[in-house]
């Protein structure tokens, strides 16, 4: 199957920057979008930003101007750069990518990271 492996999280104060990757393994042929999900205690999952094959990206009203999402495709990696970091940004955020495992298939499925805490607090 498919593995995805995040890192990158941690404890920043307000302010500060975090970078978070995720790679992805296994049986991929191809992968179409790539996103960063989070989630905060007591709240449903949100999406902070997506990009897709071709290097769109889309992101979530509270983090625009101060998250990047980026891609590595060769690699299969995808990168979240987070700047100007607020508490409200504390959670734990999942790695996602829409994966198609054979080359004559165009049916992608999703699969998820762990996830990795990142903590903004002074």
């Known amino acids: 199957q498919v593995q995805l492996v995040e890192s990158g999280g941690g404890l920043v104060q307000p302010g500060g920057s975090l970078r978070l990757s995720c790679v992805a393994s296994?049986?991929?042929?191809?992968?179409?979008?790539m996103g960063w999900y989070r989630q905060a205690p007591g709240k449903q999952r949100e999406l902070v930003a997506v990009?897709?094959?071709?290097?769109?990206?889309n992101a979530a009203d509270s983090v625009k101007g101060r998250f990047t999402i980026s891609r590595d495709s060769a690699k299969n990696m995808v990168y979240l750069q987070m700047n100007s970091l607020k508490p409200e940004d504390t959670a734990v955020y999942y790695c996602?990518?829409?994966?198609?495992?054979?080359?004559?298939?165009?049916?992608?499925?999703?699969?998820w990271g762990q996830g990795t805490q990142v903590t903004v607090s002074s």
């Open positions: 996602n990518a829409a994966v198609v495992s054979r080359p004559l298939s165009s049916s992608a499925t999703d699969y």
């Open positions: 296994g049986r991929i042929f191809r992968i179409n979008a």
């Open positions: 990009i897709t094959s071709g290097g769109n990206t």
